[in-house]
């Protein structure tokens, strides 16, 4: 496990160490994953079997793996950003035909705007949902998913704006 800083609490009450073989291209895999996420490998390798047994209906011995208050809120955390990130995918697709359909007014929110102002104020709100999704991976949530599909939300606004007459 990666060195905690001061006041970070420890993840789990006690440790052991499990060795495994696996194919090194799945090692290789792991590296790059921990690499790109900021986590440890048994970080990534801990989080993947409790899905996994998660899927399986496995379940943990009594007494360990209680559930905490930073994992319930975590989880209301991811839900609601799914949540968020699907209303987002809803407006850009909206915005992309009334783009196609070469709308000069759109309504939103009981507001008249042109697609360019739509575009802009749905930047804008991509841009903050982006910091949060960060607060999130600070917070040790795996976000990674999430700040792809919000990456490629404002990759398309991009590209409709710069086809959007002013």
């Given at each position: 496990?990666?060195?905690?800083?001061?006041?970070?609490?420890?993840?789990?009450?006690?440790?052991?160490?499990?060795?495994?073989?696996?194919?090194?291209?799945?090692?290789?895999?792991?590296?790059?994953?921990?690499?790109?996420?900021?986590?440890?490998?048994?970080?990534?390798?801990?989080?993947?079997?409790?899905?996994?047994?998660?899927?399986?209906?496995?379940?943990?011995?009594?007494?360990r793996?209680?559930?905490?208050?930073?994992?319930?809120?975590?989880?209301?955390?991811?839900?609601?950003?799914?949540?968020?990130?699907?209303?987002?995918?809803?407006?850009?697709?909206?915005?992309?035909?009334?783009?196609?359909?070469?709308?000069?007014?759109?309504?939103y929110?009981?507001?008249?705007?042109?697609?360019?102002?739509?575009?802009?104020?749905?930047?804008?709100?991509?841009?903050?949902?982006?910091?949060?999704?960060?607060?999130?991976?600070?917070?040790?949530?795996?976000?990674?998913?999430?700040?792809?599909?919000?990456?490629?939300?404002?990759?398309?606004?991009?590209q409709?704006?710069e086809k959007?007459p002013?």
């Open positions: 496990m990666s060195e905690r800083g001061p006041g970070r609490p420890a993840k789990y009450s006690s440790l052991t160490i499990v060795a495994f073989s696996c194919p090194a291209e799945l090692k290789e895999y792991l590296r790059k994953v921990s690499r790109e996420t900021g986590r440890s490998i048994s970080e990534i390798i801990v989080e993947a079997l409790t899905e996994y047994f998660k899927i399986k209906g496995v379940r943990k011995p009594a007494g793996g209680r559930e905490t208050a930073r994992k319930i809120f975590g989880r209301m955390e991811m839900e609601r950003l799914e949540r968020e990130i699907q209303l987002h995918e809803k407006m850009v697709s909206n915005i992309e035909k009334a783009v196609a359909d070469n709308s000069i007014v759109l309504k929110r009981g507001r008249t705007l042109s697609p360019l102002q739509l575009i802009i104020r749905e930047l804008n709100s991509l841009w903050g949902l982006e910091k949060k999704i960060l607060a999130l991976e600070n917070r040790g949530l795996n976000v990674v998913k999430y700040a792809d599909r919000v990456v490629k939300l404002i990759q398309r606004l991009d409709l704006k959007t002013i």
